[in-house]
């Protein structure tokens, strides 16, 4: 089992920047590639960035919009079994609570409860 504990959320005003930290514990061992996701009241749940083992990160189709691109850079350290994801220049519509997930070598995915990100205009 691998379990999954986000923190660094909060209330934070337009403009400002927040760094998410999730550290892993359990079969930490089996880990393989880890993310962040988001999901917005009222709105599906969407990938952010997600990055392998080997640090090759890949960056979720918003993130490719004006409204994402370049504010979001995820990182993760194998040694302590965490994944970061730095937000600059948050804006509101950033809003949403994010989710930290991984997946095993067999394939499971494991998520976190969440942590909520207010962006306040």
């Known amino acids: 089992q691998v379990q999954l504990v986000e923190s660094g959320g909060g209330l934070v005003q337009a403009g400002g920047s927040l760094r998410l930290s999730c550290a892993v514990s359990?079969?930490?061992?089996?880990?393989?590639?880890m993310g962040w996701f988001r999901q917005a009241p009222g709105k599906q749940r969407e990938l952010v960035a997600a990055?392998?083992?080997?640090?090759?990160?890949?960056?979720?189709?918003?993130n490719y919009g004006d409204s994402m691109k370049g504010r979001f850079t995820i990182s993760r350290d194998n040694a302590k079994n965490s994944v970061y994801l730095q937000i600059n220049s948050l804006k509101p519509e950033d809003t949403a609570v994010y989710y930290c997930w991984t997946d095993d070598m067999n394939g499971f995915n494991y998520w976190g409860q969440g942590t909520q990100v207010t962006v306040s205009s």
């Open positions: 359990g079969s930490t061992f089996s880990i393989n590639a």
């Open positions: 990055i392998g083992r080997s640090g090759v990160a890949n960056y979720g189709a918003p």
